[in-house]
């Protein structure tokens, strides 16, 4: 302890009257354990959890959301209720926007449209093609399961997704999706986009406000 006195202090331990000698021993005791609180503090983690960033990056991902339902809302004559339903059973695929600009190129979001070629619901579903084989993959039971949202959904990110795992690459995919025609990949692609931009341009005044 006289050591430490002396050389943090600069002050001879033999000229250091009793009181102040006390004194400069607790205010060196004082300073080992912030020392030793600040290095403990610091050792517990290396990622501090903030709950104000959590909320606000819950504030982004709704602004999203309802930027998304509102271009959906532009694009489509259906109730709110059921684009609702369908950004939801989107959102449980491994790209909601992909399927969501398919929805939209196939069927404008309506679940019970059905094309002159047979194609049934929101994602165009070819039943003489694809019935047997999303049923051996418990995706629907019967054909008319392909006009409910979540189950066409389903089934159409599952045609999608062998389509994909075949060619590797995602024109081409869409492409055989429809049945042969690029400007069919060229609208979902570019609806895929149309979708990302309307969420980013409702993200930025969130993020700004995070920022300040």
């Not at 005791?29 to 990622?47: C, E, F, K, S």
């Not at 709110?80 to 339903?85: F, I, M, Q, R």
């Not at 024109?171 to 400007?183: D, E, F, K, N």
Request: with cysteine; proline share 4%.
């Amino acid at each position: 302890m006289k050591e430490m006195i002396t050389k943090y202090f600069k002050v001879p331990f033999t000229r250091v009257p009793q009181v102040q000698y006390l004194l400069l021993i607790l205010f060196a005791m004082i300073g080992l354990r912030l020392i030793y609180a600040v290095t403990i503090l610091d050792n517990q983690t290396n990622t501090p959890y903030f709950p104000s960033l959590d909320r606000s990056g819950a504030e982004v991902k709704d602004a999203a959301r309802q930027a998304i339902l509102q271009w959906m809302k532009e694009n489509s004559e259906m109730p709110d209720k059921v684009l609702a339903k369908i950004y939801n059973a989107a959102a449980h695929t491994a790209n909601r926007d992909l399927i969501l600009a398919i929805c939209l190129v196939e069927s404008n979001f309506n679940p019970q449209v059905e094309s002159h070629k047979g194609a049934i619901g929101l994602m165009g579903i070819m039943p003489g093609v694809w019935l047997e084989e999303l049923q051996e993959q418990g995706i629907i039971r019967k054909k008319e399961d392909l006009y409910s949202i979540s189950e066409n959904i389903a089934a159409g990110a599952y045609v999608l997704g062998t389509y994909l795992s075949e060619t590797n690459d995602l024109r081409r995919a869409l492409i055989r999706y429809v049945g042969g025609t690029s400007l069919y990949a060229s609208k979902v692609l570019q609806a895929q986009r149309n979708i990302g931009l309307v969420q980013l341009s409702e993200q930025q005044p969130t993020l700004v406000a995070m920022q300040n």
